[in-house]
């Protein structure tokens, strides 16, 4: 009996609601919030294409979306700030094959790490918190 109930602890444990351990799945709140983030950066990139594609996975994440959508304000605020910085030379920038010397941009990189930044990731944090009960009641 002990052996058995030993072996269900880290089961019951890895099912508690937010936990992400290394590897472990996101939760649906966390995914949607961390999305309208990268989304929310693409928007405000130069390319026309890199916009698009970032206003359409918005929307995707806002259609989808439980709770308050003014939730997400503050993860727009704290990107744009986070392109701001990126603009002044804070974007990912590689050496450009075709054009010797030259540094190839790359807004994609940039955009996908943007949550990892401890202003957004913070931000990101907050709206899950205010989320998730939302989330949790469907």
Do not use: F
């Amino acid at each position: 009996m002990r052996v058995a109930l030993l072996l269900l602890v880290p089961a019951i444990a890895g099912c508690t609601p937010d936990t992400n351990p290394a590897g472990g799945a996101r939760t649906q709140v966390q995914r949607d919030v961390e999305s309208y983030a990268i989304a929310s950066c693409l928007t405000q990139q130069a390319e026309p294409y890199l916009k698009d594609q970032g206003d359409a996975w918005a929307s995707v994440v806002v259609q989808r979306m439980h709770g308050d959508i003014e939730t997400l304000a503050g993860i727009a605020e704290q990107v744009q700030r986070e392109n701001t910085n990126g603009a002044n030379g804070d974007m990912a920038v590689m050496r450009d094959e075709t054009r010797p010397g030259q540094g190839k941009p790359l807004p994609v990189l940039h955009c996908g790490e943007v949550i990892d930044r401890p202003a957004v990731r913070a931000a990101i944090q907050k709206a899950i918190a205010a989320l998730r009960p939302s989330y949790e009641s469907r």
